[in-house]
């Protein structure tokens, strides 16, 4: 029984960080619904933001990982290099079955 509370008011202080997150998202214009993590993933995948935020996390893959499709309409990915697209970074080695 004091292991089931024990996760019940684990899985309430997530999800208020989780909602926070989203919040300071929101402040700086990122989809109400997305985490910074999931934005800096899917928008700037590779890039030095990106890294930080895997490094902050102990997880080389921590934005990838928070990335939910189907909160966010936006599908495009940005790079560091200019290039835009909606599945993938169009480049000839991208290997596009993973999107």
């Not at 292991?3 to 202080?13: N, R, V």
């Not at 997150?21 to 934005?39: C, H, M, P």
Request: aromatic share 14%; net charge negative.
């Amino acid at each position: 029984m004091l292991e089931s509370l024990f996760k019940k008011i684990k899985k309430y202080f997530f999800n208020i960080l989780v909602g926070l997150d989203q919040f300071v998202g929101t402040l700086f214009g990122i989809n109400a619904d997305e985490t910074i993590s999931s934005y800096v993933g899917r928008k700037y995948p590779g890039s030095y933001r990106e890294k930080i935020i895997n490094f902050l996390f102990n997880d080389p893959t921590h934005c990838q990982k928070s990335i939910e499709w189907g909160e966010t309409n936006d599908t495009t990915t940005e790079y560091d290099d200019g290039c835009s697209c909606s599945c993938c970074c169009g480049k000839p080695d991208c290997d596009t079955s993973t999107y």
